[in-house]
């Protein structure tokens, strides 16, 4: 199974801070890495799908990045509704594995 | 628009069974794959099962193989989780999940139900 491992695990920023989430697999996906945002209470929401496209209707502050192993999600200026847990996800192949989560909170 | 109604969740005894259902509308079900994925209290999200366009070909994570059985009926658009010899650790909000391309195994989803929630305790 393909381990997928994010980090940090938890970040505190300002508004208008950027802000950079890791995630890395354990073998190669090739980009076949996607992002999701999990607001409290909410259902996960598709920010970025093969490592670096936007999917429609997300804001362009969100960037995502990385090929392989080695990937990132970007939030050029942190927003108040940017609260949330962000987790990457593996879908090459299956057992389709998720990172642990990266919660992000305003400082 | 793209709507996906699960049912069927509730309290169950440790052993016990219970069966799913999640409802598609607003797109053509049958032409594309469908996932199941859960998210214990508190916790990340874990992929459990997904099957074909046909329910030919089915796929389970490790921890629910043998126990769950993932199904669907195209003819009323819907997806099934039939959950069987239920542990403590199955304990989750279950959501179905539809990618974003019809036809591909690998797609990501864009499209996710509101959810279920299944707790198994005695």
């Known amino acids: 199974d393909i381990q997928m491992t994010q980090s940090p695990s938890s970040l505190s920023a300002s508004v208008g801070d950027r802000v950079t989430i890791t995630c890395r697999a354990s073998?190669?996906?090739?980009?076949?890495l996607a992002w999701y945002r999990q607001k409290p209470g909410t259902v996960p929401k598709l920010l970025i799908y093969?490592?670096?496209t936007l999917q429609s209707g997300v804001p362009s502050r969100f960037s995502g990045g990385g090929s392989g192993t080695d990937f990132t999600l970007t939030i050029s200026s942190l927003q108040p509704e940017d609260v949330a847990t962000y987790y990457c996800q593996n879908y090459n192949s299956v057992p389709l594995t998720f990172g642990g989560g990266t919660k992000v909170e305003i400082k | 628009e793209v709507q996906l109604v699960e049912s069927g969740g509730g309290l169950v005894q440790p052993g016990g069974s219970v069966r799913l259902s999640c409802v598609g509308s607003g797109f053509t079900f049958s032409s594309y794959w469908m996932h199941w994925v859960r998210q214990a209290p508190g916790k990340g999200l874990v992929w459990v099962s997904r099957i074909n366009t046909d329910g030919s070909s089915t796929s389970y994570a490790d921890s629910v193989k043998g126990r769950f059985t993932i199904s669907r009926d195209n003819a009323k658009n819907t997806l099934y989780l039939q959950m069987n010899s239920l542990r403590a650790e199955d304990s989750a909000v279950y959501f179905c999940?539809?990618?974003?391309?019809?036809?591909?195994?690998?797609?990501?989803?864009?499209?996710w139900g509101q959810g279920t929630l299944v707790t198994v305790s005695s």
């Open positions: 093969a490592a670096s």
């Open positions: 073998q190669g996906i090739s980009n076949y």
């Open positions: 999940a539809r990618g974003i391309s019809s036809g591909y195994s690998n797609s990501p989803w864009n499209s």
